[in-house]
């Protein structure tokens, strides 16, 4: 089966990265695809309200603690059809700060789920749970609006997610000691990744090479919310094209919502804003986005290289 | 591949093509001066005030050249006898090849496709 996982994320809270995935979700079901959600937003879990579904078991700590077998049975249908939900946790504390080995194992059952979308809705910051959530989907999406806060936050969260994966793959070819290098470098300045990466294929070439490429093979995609003029839209180019040349990662510019007071009233009514507003400006742009996502021939047939997680 | 700001040629600096037109030019100029304009959002948190008058330099630099077509020639050459070129690949959408494959008519059964070996008109 062709299986996509797609993660929404990003550095700063209320962006709108549980409203994009709702709205993405809604999208893909009506077009008859089948969707699981997963709301792995593990601190603050909402995306069951802005579905319009009331929390409630089972739910994801359920399928953590081991009382359900598996993500599947997890997953509970929603009033859309083709649409299943993995309700977040309401025991927080618990489940925030989550073991190794259960990520681990959620990971694995994210794989294993039998559905064509898995969508991940993240949580904010950049905690390394969140992160591995973030680079184990393809295509992972950063929302970001166009606030200095916010775009602080999402170099941010990339810069977290580049150095994760340059670890990973450090301690997977067992060259731990750049770890630290690297940690001293990166601070300096926004030519710090390059210098990083310059000095390194001067002592070692083969990997500076590897590296590289895993840098390269990271490639989320950017949404910009919450767009108010033209301005704010060509920010979000903006943005990726100063991820592209500073944070030498190939990222891609998918579009900007508008900000619509309806997403604000349909939370208060406790119901979805996509199906209620299919022809409003934002719901076009998420299925522009959720278009052009699907049929991308980056993301069909270029996977993100395998990162496997040290077992420790 | 791995650059430093510096060294970024002038179509790096744009992002476009080499083989651009006027009009993609401009409009990776424009993209550009909005990035790099004073008090851009895109770079707040990321790149120094100092680096940021030095990129919008370059890319005045690089729009100045590139607009005057016997300035480009020249710059194009100086630039491949550097590196050179590889046009980007054409890209296709995977959708059209399946929905190609969904649209063709079924492939009849052997039982079928034997007996039209030996009749005719079927």
Sequence with gaps: MDKRVWAIGGGKGGTGKSFVAASLGLHLASLDRDVVMVDADLGAPNLHTLLGLKAGHPDLGDFLTGRIPSLEAAAVATPYKGLR??????????????????????????????????????GTGSSFNTLDFFLSAN?????ATPEPTAIENTYLFLKSCIMRVLKLYMDHYKIRDLHQKMLDQIEKNSQSLYGFFRSLMETDRAYG?????????????????????????????????VARKYLLIDMKYLGAVPYDEDVHTSLRRLRPYYPEHRDAAAARAIRQMSEELAYSIEFTLRTPPEIRLPDA | MLKKIEDWNYYELLSVERTASP????????????????????????????????????????????????????????????????????????????????????????????????????
């Excluded at chain 1, 504390?93 to 993240?122: C, E, G, S, W």
């Excluded at chain 1, 995609?221 to 919450?226: G, Q």
């Excluded at chain 2, 120094?48 to 710059?75: I, K, M």
């Design chain 1, 209 to 241: 090479t590897i590296l590289y490429r895993a840098l390269r093979g990271f490639r989320p995609c950017l949404v910009m919310n919450k767009t108010r003029d033209e301005r704010d839209v060509l920010l979000g180019r903006s943005v990726a094209d």
């Design chain 2, 23 to 122: 009009d993609e030019i401009w409009d990776g100029y424009q993209a550009a001066l909005t990035t790099y304009q004073d008090g851009s959002l895109a770079l707040y948190g990321l790149v120094s005030e100092a680096e940021r008058e030095l990129v919008l330099g370059r890319v005045q630099e690089a729009f100045q050249t590139l607009r005057d077509p016997d300035a480009r020639r020249e710059y194009d050459l100086a630039l491949l006898r550097h590196a050179p070129y590889f046009p980007p690949k054409a890209a296709f959408r995977k959708s059209v090849g399946k929905l190609e494959i969904e649209e063709a008519p079924p492939r009849p059964a052997l039982w079928a496709r034997i007996k039209r070996l030996f009749v005719k008109n079927l």
């Design chain 1, 85 to 122: 939900l993995v309700r977040g946790s309401e025991n927080i504390l618990f489940i925030a700060n989550l073991a190794h080995y259960r990520k681990l194992r959620l990971l694995r059952q994210v794989r294993q789920v039998q559905t064509q979308n898995v969508i991940l809705d993240l």
């Design chain 1, 139 to 143: 295509p992972g999406v950063v929302v």
